[in-house]
């Protein structure tokens, strides 16, 4: 494995936050504005994807940028679970897009200029999320991230949609500074936080008891945004955004970097040989698998749509934790099982994500289209746009049951 | 000329700058604004060059008078210094850009405020402490004045309750001077620490010493509960005044804190005197959590960011309380950091009244759309003193928590970092209000004019009365331009600065 030193990596962060400012200026000229959009998203893509053949051979694209604070360097790396990431959160940045402009257009919404621009930066930080070397620069754009989608989530103006605004920033900076906390307490232990495959080496011979602390304030912030129960109430709430904004960030982009960063704390900073000795892994499935079925249950009862898919995503988000806590919790000795669990839970990452936005895409189509629904009105709604309804049985390209589509 | 009378020039020259602002006026009113910027202009060419040559150098020094140390005064430049002297003519020149329309526009006003510079330049090179005394009051009287420029009676108010508490701050530093003048017979700072530490830490005289010019300078601080002098003068002065005293009074006051604690009396003495310590602990911890609760509660901006600054400078002080490299340059990064985001917020608010008249809470609501260039700005300075990476505000609160953690200061780094939330708390209301509500009421844009105070005031190119002008906005958004880029230059900053707290350490 080599390390490519490129520019490529920070490119792809940077070309949404760069296009917030054209998107920005041409406020009067709606079309130029979704020009800006659709060339970020096109130009992010082609970017990530570039990467992606140097990945599997086995290469790492690596932006250094310098020192940024004591024992942290700025830098970006490109490695596979990055770009795994990465290419999940830009690919369907460019399919959200599309749907978005329909959507806006569609409802006529107010601050369609706020509402893009917040939407390249949620997806710039997502992606540095992604491409973060090590803890610093992971909290830096996981702030940021929360930054950036908190207009998207305040979007309607209401009082519902400020009370829910101020509940995910009280949420989501609770977690930063868990996160942050957390963060000092592993360079004070290790002197660095920078990811290293098999957890950084300084960690294993530090004391074990604040080491499990640190473990669990990073697990604890990242499991905010992951939505890890008793912690999750902030995402139902966040419904009230705009529904492409459920879809692509707290289905996809926003929750995944919760749970993306309890994969690297597992990973590449604790490694999962140290999380089974400390007998932390064990407590964090235990967790993991709590939320998945009580989420579940939950959302059996929701009768607004996108409250049952906020809980439907608190629980598959679990499943994806699972997975990399029981490849922790079972890494001493066990052999391949360790090795299917991680597997497996990082799979459900592009997985989960396909399959929700479609859902939310759907669940948009029919709010564009009909008053907002409860499900146990869908029938109801289906026997008035039977061709609309049968579409969103099935996971077509949902932009087109927005206004582009024929007969609307 | 040699690089040490540039020590001597940087008071002299906005004393100087003060002397030909009041003495324009006999030949032509309103004539203070060019003198300023003209005197602040060289200060700032004068104090980069020392800067430059203190970090690249080492400590410049020069003896006033010829008369040698220990019983002449000495001005000595190094990192620390250089970078208040810069700090202090940069945002001064960033005021004046503000100024220009802002008012008070009178010469008197001008020659007051070149002589707040020239005290707290005074205040950062001297190395005596008597004469530390002589630019604290020079400071603070010409503050107090400039607080009473306000043409309304709440100014007035405001600045009374500041002259009075702040002079008993003085009077306690005094205090605490004679007893240490008392107990060594000298008054330079270096020499102060060799015979304090020959006399033994523990003698009551330096003790005693040690608590009255802490306390004294915690009044000027501004630590809770010394504080209440500032809520009033920061929201009682002119919006320009505000700016200014907000950014560079306090923070000098806090640099004077640091000077004294590790030049004269120095970690020996904390580690000797556990009382001393704990003052400074719990005035930091104090200072933090109450200050943001108050703050919270404030239904006016500049109250509200009057009592952040109270939490703020608790920071710094927790950073002094730790005492190591770390811990300590982030006191100075963050000292900048407050300086341009706080400056930079207390500008905006003036320039948000200017544009809609709006003073209060509860008036930013839906602000964005009323003045957008003040609601982004203040937005991004609100995000950086809450500390988001990569902004200046999280670089000197990480430099201070890193500190924490290598000193094993537990409970101040659960506070330290936990401050982030209490931060969020009182901006993030403020936030919510300017971008995601409709505005309510029509205000009256009111633009804060010394006409009535000053007879000699007047409209400048007669404009009308609700506009900012390009100063105005130039200050402002170089504050947010500022309070982010920063964020980036700080290690090399701590890099270059790391020799001259090691030698204030040792």
């Not at chain 1, 830096?140 to 103006?157: I, K, S, W």
């Not at chain 2, 605490?176 to 020959?198: C, E, Q, R, S």
Request: net charge neutral; proline share 4%; with cysteine.
């Amino acid at each position: 494995m080599t390390d490519i030193t490129s520019l490529r990596p920070l490119a792809a962060v940077l070309v949404s936050a760069v296009a917030v400012v054209p998107i920005l200026a041409s406020y009067r000229r709606p079309n130029l504005r979704e020009g800006w959009t659709v060339l970020a998203a096109v130009c992010k893509l082609g970017l990530v994807a570039s990467m992606v053949p140097a990945a599997l051979r086995g290469d790492v694209y690596v932006t250094k940028l310098g020192p940024f604070v004591p024992y942290i360097d700025l830098t970006l790396r490109a490695d596979a679970l990055g770009l795994l990431f990465a290419l999940v959160a830009s690919t369907l940045w460019l399919v959200t897009s599309f749907y978005s402009i329909g959507y806006m257009r569609g409802l006529d919404e107010h601050s369609q200029t706020r509402y893009f621009a917040a939407f390249a930066g949620s997806v710039s930080s997502a992606v540095g999320v992604a491409f973060a070397s090590n803890l610093v620069v992971l909290y830096l754009f996981y702030e940021l991230l929360t930054v950036a989608t908190y207009p998207l989530v305040a979007h309607d103006e209401t009082d519902e949609a400020r009370a829910a605004g101020r509940k995910y920033l009280a949420y989501t900076f609770g977690g930063g500074v868990a996160v942050l906390g957390g963060t000092l307490l592993v360079v004070h232990l290790a002197g660095t936080t920078a990811f290293t495959a098999g957890g950084i080496a300084g960690l294993a011979n530090s004391d074990p008891t604040l080491a499990r602390v640190a473990f669990a304030l990073l697990v604890t912030g990242f499991g905010v945004k992951a939505a890890l129960m008793p912690l999750h109430s902030w995402l139902p709430d966040a419904m009230v955004a705009p529904t492409p904004v459920s879809g692509l960030l707290h289905a996809v982009a926003v929750v995944k970097s919760g749970v993306f960063g309890v994969a690297r704390v597992l990973l590449d900073v604790f490694g999962i040989d140290l999380v089974a000795e400390l007998g932390v892994g064990g407590v964090l499935a235990a967790v993991a698998a709590f939320t998945l079925l009580t989420a579940s249950v939950i959302a059996l009862r929701q009768d607004n749509l996108k409250r049952r898919l906020a809980f439907s995503t608190v629980s598959q988000l679990s499943y994806i934790v699972l997975g990399i806590a029981v490849g922790g919790a079972a890494a001493l000795g066990t052999g391949d099982a360790a090795k299917w669990a991680l597997i497996g839970g990082l799979l459900h990452i592009p997985a989960h994500a396909f399959m929700k936005l479609t859902l939310f895409f759907c669940a948009g189509a029919s709010t564009s289209r009909l008053t907002p629904t409860t499900s146990r009105t869908w029938p109801a709604s289906a026997s008035a746009c039977p061709s609309r309804w049968a579409r969103s049985q099935s996971p077509q390209p949902a932009w087109r049951a927005s206004r582009w589509s024929p007969g609307s | 000329m040699a690089v040490s009378d540039l020590a001597a020039l940087v008071v002299a020259l906005p004393i100087f700058g003060s002397l030909v602002a009041f003495l324009a006026a006999l030949v032509r009113s309103k004539s203070g604004w060019p003198v300023a910027v003209a005197a602040t202009a060289a200060q700032l060419a004068v104090t980069v060059t020392l800067a430059v040559r203190a970090f690249g150098e080492g400590t410049i020094t020069y003896v006033v008078g010829g008369f040698e140390a220990p019983y002449g005064i000495e001005l000595v430049v190094d990192g620390l210094t250089g970078t208040m002297l810069v700090l202090i003519a940069a945002v001064s020149l960033g005021v004046l850009a503000y100024a220009r329309r802002a008012g008070p526009r009178s010469n008197p006003f001008y020659a007051v405020f070149m002589l707040l510079v020239a005290g707290l330049t005074g205040m950062s090179v001297t190395a005596d402490l008597f004469n530390m005394y002589v630019f604290l009051e020079i400071t603070g009287l010409s503050a107090y004045a400039l607080v009473a420029s306000g043409d309304r009676g709440r100014s007035a108010v405001a600045a009374l309750k500041y002259l009075l508490v702040g002079t008993v701050g003085a009077s306690l530093f005094l205090l605490g001077v004679g007893y240490a003048y008392i107990d060594t017979g000298t008054l330079n700072m270096a020499d102060l620490a060799v015979k304090l530490a020959a006399n033994g830490y523990t003698a009551t005289l330096t003790q005693t010493a040690f608590a009255l010019i802490v306390v004294g300078l915690f009044i000027k601080v501004a630590v809770f509960p010394l504080h209440t002098w500032q809520p009033d003068a920061y929201a009682g002065a002119p919006d320009t005044v505000s700016g200014l005293i907000s950014a560079l009074v306090s923070t000098v006051a806090a640099y004077a804190l640091l000077r004294v604690v590790f030049t004269v009396f120095g970690t020996a003495f904390l580690d000797a005197n556990p009382f001393a310590h704990a003052l400074l602990v719990g005035g930091a911890i104090i200072s933090i959590l109450l200050g943001s609760l108050l703050a919270v509660s404030q239904s006016e901006v500049k109250r509200m960011l009057a009592y952040s600054s109270v939490s703020q400078f608790g920071l710094i002080v927790a950073a002094i309380s730790i005492g190591n490299v770390t811990a300590l340059t982030g006191a100075a990064v963050h000292l900048v950091g407050h300086a341009i985001m706080k400056g930079g917020l207390f500008l905006t608010a003036g320039l948000v009244a200017t544009e809609t008249g709006a003073r209060s809470v509860d008036e930013y609501e839906g602000l964005v759309k009323r003045s957008p260039v003040g609601a982004g700005v203040f937005g991004v300075l609100a995000v950086a003193m809450v500390g988001v990476p990569p902004t200046i505000g999280f670089a000197g609160k990480w430099y201070i928590a890193v500190g924490a953690a290598e000193a094993g200061s537990w409970t101040l780094l659960a506070v330290i970092v936990g401050s982030t939330l209490l931060t969020l708390a009182y901006f993030a209301r403020l936030v919510e209000r300017m971008f995601f509500r409709e505005p309510t009421a029509d205000l009256e844009p009111a633009v804060e004019r010394a006409d009535g105070a000053l007879p000699d005031g007047g409209d400048l190119g007669g404009s009308d009365p609700g506009s900012a002008s390009l100063g105005m906005y130039a200050a402002v958004v170089a504050a947010a331009v500022l309070a982010v880029a920063l964020g980036f230059a700080v290690f090399g900053y701590g890099d270059v600065l790391q020799s001259t707290i090691e030698a204030l350490l040792s």
